[in-house]
């Protein structure tokens, strides 16, 4: 199993990226796919979650109407577009695969298994 997120880089406030997470290994008619982002020092937290299995799709209240997760399950492709970026956004986002198949505890880092190593984006201000 392995995860690949890419996509991150430096952006003004305001502006959009689109976070990619390849994964292979496994069947995403199984799992569900999470993003989580960290600051060093801080605790890994929940953003988004997409399940193929139960159709659920979930966002941390701080990113609702601006992040939107997709998937290509043809080619096991999780995407977060993230629009009107602000710079409490800057953080490391990873992906990872939720191990129960379901998005219900998005926010619940142990319950994911398998993580991508993570990439970083930075908003200016």
């Known amino acids: 199993v392995q995860l690949q997120a890419s996509g991150g880089g430096l952006v003004q406030a305001g502006g959009f990226l689109r976070l990619s997470c390849a994964a292979s290994g496994f069947s995403f008619d199984d799992y569900a796919i999470g993003w989580f982002r960290q600051v060093p020092g801080q605790e890994r937290l929940g953003v988004s979650c997409i399940s193929k299995s139960d159709g659920s799709i979930y966002y941390a209240d701080s990113v609702k109407g601006r992040f939107t997760i997709s998937s290509d399950n043809a080619k096991n492709m999780v995407y977060l577009q993230m629009n009107s970026l602000k710079p409490e956004d800057t953080a490391v986002y990873h992906c990872?695969?939720?191990?129960?198949?379901?998005?219900?505890?998005?926010?619940?880092?142990?319950?994911?298994?398998?993580w991508g190593q993570g990439t970083l984006v930075t908003v200016s201000s």
């Open positions: 990872a695969r939720e191990s129960l198949g379901a998005c219900g505890n998005y926010y619940y880092a142990p319950e994911f298994d398998y």
